[in-house]
């Protein structure tokens, strides 16, 4: 073993050591897939109570503004991640495997994601909108807002959203399936169903076929990510491109028809 992977403290054998001391249960690698999809929808439900309970379509209204209550949703995920680990011995960064000498290396890997990430999340959202819809073009998911609202959804939602996604399906929860069930595929498996089953609270709208097209969209590309992840151990490069990716959603969707009216 080289000094790189005996620095890494989410590596496969010194999770599979933690399993085997009890350190590691069966049960929350499990829920904590489906965390995300919960916090969003408690956090839509309490921002259309507090802030919208006058409008005509009060959940409708506050999931326009879910780039930026969306940090709630990491935020709550960041504390329950950071309690688990407590009970390894670990700290949230160590899920990183943060490398001050393969830093740059990892950013360059990141960038060089973009051109594999982007197509494949545009094929699956053009596929299933075809499918689904009869249009290969959806509705935006952005909508107009506020300026500082669309400067924090372009600046800064994107690269906590990245951080915290990444760090819990492929940080935290994928290595350690894989190492609970013993079967890899089988943890890509519930990786990529509670990957994708959280983007229909993304916002939540209460229409079976919106729902349908959110969580299949992001099926084929959850996946990819999962099987290429347990390849490279590496979550900086897909922190990098999942960053570049939103961004520029978020200007497709919310910043350029914002100034093209």
Known sequence: ????????????????????????????????????????????????????????????????????YGTLIDLACLLLITWLLKKENLRFSDLLNFSRDRFWQDVRVGLGFILWVFPLAMAGITICSLLIFGNPQPASLYHSLPLWATAYSLLIFPAIWGVMEQSTYQGYALPRLEILFNRPGFAIYIVAFGWGIQHIALPLILDWRYMLFRFLSFLPLAAVMALVYLRKRRLIPFIVAHWAVDMLGVLSGMVVPKFMK
């Open 1 to 68: 073993m080289n000094s790189m992977e005996s620095s890494d403290l989410n590596s496969k054998h010194l999770i599979e050591d933690r399993v085997n001391e009890g350190k590691i249960s069966r049960s929350w690698p499990v829920l904590i897939v489906f965390s995300r999809l919960i916090f969003a929808v408690i956090t839509q439900s309490l921002v259309a109570i507090l802030f919208f309970s006058k409008a005509v379509s009060p959940l409708q209204a506050a999931g326009d503004w879910w780039p930026v």
